[in-house]
């Protein structure tokens, strides 16, 4: 009851806004609540969900639907689910909003919950590298991410999570086209980077772009509106700060998280540098490296 003498009443999520299948699960991902670990991993491809699944100690749940397919077992004595995510911040939207509700949402009652679970949310992928001496097989841990995605804009007060003169700086620096989707900037969990110290990994800032072809820089056929934006990019220093690799998700990934009080990081392969043209088209050996590595330090 309020000050005036009104009881608030929980309102109930309609179905047309959270959407269920059948059998309870939630309509993308099809989980439900049981089946999901507070450590999760996220991945783009769904065969790395079962690369990662390899290193379990055991596996107890596995289900797939399209591009998302989930295993959760145990490594370490830990609890983990790796979830593939398929490629682009538009599944991530998906994705996270639909973890989110699997913790925070009663989904028989369609209500929010009173007391709120925090994730634990790694990506583990590949990118490709921004500066010189970043070349093929180095593992980059994500202090800030840029979305140039524009995914975040739709949800309000996002500039509350975001770090605003870094974008500032970043607009005005590369001379930004009002034509682009403005681009976001947000920060790692501070706890699930501290995991994360070490010679193994170098920290950078990651620009998630909403294609891999044009949003990249690449030219086939099509000319770009910015052609020197990847020069920029390049180039740009926001106080001690350089932007080290480009990759398609993590934006989202540390926005919606951020909104939603979830820890979140992305830990990324390069496996080619685009300012010297080196790449690594054998990676995966690499990456089975990284992510014994990532699992190791995640549940340490």
Not at 248 to 257: K, T, V
Request: proline share 4%; charged share 25%; glycine share 6%.
């Amino acid at each position: 009851m309020n000050s005036f003498g009104f009881c608030y009443v929980k309102s109930m999520i309609q179905k047309s806004e959270l959407i269920l299948n059948n059998d309870g699960s939630i309509f993308h991902l099809h989980l439900k609540p049981e089946h999901l670990a507070d450590k999760i991993l996220l991945v783009g491809d769904q065969a790395r969900v079962n690369t990662i699944a390899d290193f379990f100690d055991s596996v107890e749940f596995t289900t797939q639907n399209r591009e998302f397919k989930t295993i959760t077992g145990w490594y370490n004595h830990n609890k983990i689910s790796v979830i593939s995510t398929g490629i682009g911040t538009d599944n991530i939207d998906i994705v996270l909003n639909e973890l989110d509700a699997l913790v925070n949402i009663d989904l028989e009652k369609r209500e929010i919950k009173k007391d709120k679970k925090s994730l634990q949310i790694v990506r583990i992928g590949t990118s490709g590298g921004l500066q010189k001496d970043l070349p093929p097989n180095t593992f980059v841990v994500s202090q800030k991410s840029i979305g140039f995605d524009g995914m975040l804009n739709f949800y309000a007060n996002r500039e509350l999570y975001c770090d605003v003169p870094f974008e500032k700086a970043f607009v005005q620096f590369t001379g930004w086209k009002d034509a682009l989707p403005e681009p976001y900037v947000v920060n790692a969990s501070t706890s699930l980077l501290s995991k994360f110290e070490g010679d193994k990994f170098i920290k950078g800032v990651t620009i998630s772009a909403p294609g891999f072809y044009g949003p990249q820089g690449r030219i086939l056929r099509l000319p770009l509106a910015m052609p020197e934006l990847n020069k920029q990019i390049e180039l740009f220093r926001f106080e001690d700060l350089r932007i080290t690799n480009f990759e398609m998700e993590g934006s989202a990934i540390y926005g919606l998280s951020q909104m939603l009080n979830h820890q979140a990081l992305t830990v990324c392969l390069i496996i080619a540098n685009r300012i010297t043209g080196q790449a690594n088209e054998n990676y995966r050996p690499e990456m089975e490296k990284m992510i014994q590595t990532v699992l190791d330090q995640l549940t340490r």
